[in-house]
Structure formats: C-alpha cells, structure tokens
C-alpha cells in the first residue's frame, strides 16, 4: 500500500523560501507521477505541481510558474517542492499525491490522483 508523508511546513514572510518533502513507501515508485496540491480555507484544492518520477519530466500550475520547483530523490524515495518568492495567497495545507497510469499524460485535476499524504500547513505573512 503506498504511503505518503508530507513534512516541512511552517510559517514564513512574504518573499520567502521553504522547501516540503513528501517521503514515498509501499511500491517501486517508477511508474508513478506525484504532486502536490494545496487547498486554501473555504476555496477547492488546488493542483500546484507534477514530476513524472522515471524521467523527471515537471509541470507547474500557472500560479507558481517560476517560483516554485519539484524534484525527487530515487535513493530516498522522496519528493521535493522548493518554494520560493512566497506570497500570501501561497498560504493553505500543501497534498502530495500520486497517481500511476499507463502512458505518459499528466494529470492535474485532483481526482485522477489514487494517494494522498495527510497534508503540511504553509503560511506566508505578509
């Protein structure tokens, strides 16, 4: 069964950087894409970034184009989501997510994602 843990939360100043982590277990992960998703109070859950983890191959939803990087470490099953020139619209629990289907398409909506982590607070003070 895979698990996802999501660690490195936490409260920051406009203009900021943090980087979360999403430790990875249960499966050989090389099939998998993983994301992560934010959700806001009171708004919908928002699709924040992708890695494809056999090819690294990225996508980043529009908001944080730019600002944002993710990135993973095979040797210890973890993903990665640097965050930089925080704002505070940034602020909400940050998802990783991961999902495993056959080609290569990438997937942003949040229902196409089969596992969640339990989520990790960001917010940015302005």
């Known amino acids: 069964q895979v698990q996802l843990v999501e660690s490195g939360g936490g409260l920051v100043q406009a203009g900021g950087s943090l980087r979360l982590s999403c430790a990875a277990s249960g499966r050989t992960f090389s099939n998998y894409f993983m994301g992560w998703f934010r959700q806001a109070p009171g708004k919908e859950r928002e699709f924040v970034a992708v890695?494809?983890?056999?090819?690294?191959?990225?996508y980043f939803g529009d908001s944080v184009k730019g600002r944002f990087t993710i990135s993973r470490d095979n040797a210890k099953n973890t993903m990665y989501l640097q965050m930089n020139s925080l704002k505070p619209e940034d602020t909400g629990v940050y998802y990783c997510?991961?999902?495993?289907?056959?080609?290569?398409?990438?997937?942003?909506?949040?229902?196409?994602?089969?596992?969640w982590g339990q989520g990790t607070q960001v917010t940015v003070s302005s």
């Open positions: 890695i494809r983890w056999s090819s690294g191959i990225t």
């Open positions: 997510a991961a999902y495993t289907k056959s080609g290569a398409y990438i997937y942003t909506r949040s229902s196409e994602y089969a596992y």
